[in-house]
């Protein structure tokens, strides 16, 4: 591990840093300049039975009477050390309630990402070895399609065929094994539309270079010219691509828990939304841009590490040895 990669990994680590913190804060001044308090709309509820200085009181406890920045650095604080707060309608710890959920929504998401990963490589692998009518034409056009139908569509559909009329699973039991596979292939067809695009593209390219070509005159098969000597250099921008799809993942599974009816993140922001439980809000989408900004950073720092061709230059940046495009990583 030279110094030029240590540079590189420390440039790379800040700007993770200084993004996740610009997230949180245009979060935070967001969520206190929209209209309407939603502590003093509860609080002045008819419902509610407090007096105006009970109010005023319980405002004060939560400190949204001091200044903004000052709240914003407590807020801040409070995140840094793994204090997400109380949520306003349940007067629950905010940790508590993500925790509660988060587990099931990491379920949907890794088994999803699993599927668009399996369906992705296997149209690309039907694209350089099938027949050139199927290969060329019905595979090629795939991800086009998948790309075309909402993930929602195909839940609908997928619930109508699997659940309703061959009893696979039971729509009453979302968190069943057929019903989280159902769930995390609606969700993963959409995504694999991505990884298999990019997969396609390089496939194309690494088998018109020489090595497959004498690969191929000296006889090798096609699944072991596929294995061993396309596949890799084919699929290492799909790296990155697979951490842009991690967002995706966390955002379609919004819908995809609603209509397939599963309790996860997805189902707490919809909640936290329609009662305006702005402190759950705040933190889901902190821990939201968290996680999409590792995720990237990793990809990130791993790629230098897999692609050979990739030599690390000045201030951070890289590029490919070879002068190949997708072989580069910018900073």
Not at 268 to 297: E, G, I, K, W
């Amino acid at each position: 591990m030279n110094n030029a990669y240590l540079g590189y990994s420390a440039k790379r680590v800040t700007q993770a840093l200084v993004v996740i913190l610009l997230t949180y804060v245009f979060t935070f001044v967001v969520v206190s300049i929209l209209p309407g308090d939603p502590v003093t709309n509860l609080l002045r509820s008819p419902d509610s039975g407090f007096s105006e200085a009970e109010i005023q009181e319980i405002i004060a406890a939560q400190g949204l009477d001091k200044p903004i920045p000052e709240q914003l650095w407590t807020s801040l604080s409070n995140f840094v050390t793994g204090d997400l707060g109380q949520s306003m309608r349940s007067s629950r710890p905010v940790a508590t309630l993500i925790a509660e959920v988060l587990p099931s929504t990491l379920i949907l998401a890794s088994t999803a990402l699993a599927v668009a990963l399996v369906l992705a490589f296997g149209i690309a692998y039907g694209t350089q070895f099938l027949p050139r009518r199927f290969g060329q034409g019905l595979l090629r056009g795939a991800p086009s399609l998948f790309l075309s139908v909402p993930n929602f569509v195909i839940g609908l559909v997928l619930i109508h065929a699997f659940g309703f009329q061959l009893g696979l699973f039971n729509v009453i039991d979302p968190d069943s094994l057929w019903a989280t596979l159902f769930a995390a292939v609606a969700l993963g067809i959409p995504v694999s539309a991505q990884i298999a695009e990019v997969l396609i593209a390089n496939l194309d390219n690494e088998a018109r270079q020489e090595y497959a070509t004498v690969a191929r005159g000296r006889g090798l098969g096609q699944t072991r010219l596929f294995v061993s000597h396309l596949l890799k250099p084919a699929a290492l921008p799909v790296v990155t691509v697979i951490a842009l799809t991690v967002g995706e993942l966390l955002g379609g599974s919004l819908i995809t828990e609603t209509v397939f009816g599963r309790t996860g993140v997805g189902s707490l922001v919809q909640r936290s939304v329609s009662t305006q439980d702005l402190p759950v809000l705040q933190a889901v989408v902190s821990l939201a841009a968290v996680v999409f900004v590792a995720v990237n950073l990793l990809a990130d720092l791993i790629y230098p590490l897999l692609d050979p061709r990739v030599k690390l230059l000045g201030e951070g940046r890289t590029a490919a040895a070879t002068g190949d495009s997708t072989a580069g990583v910018a900073a």
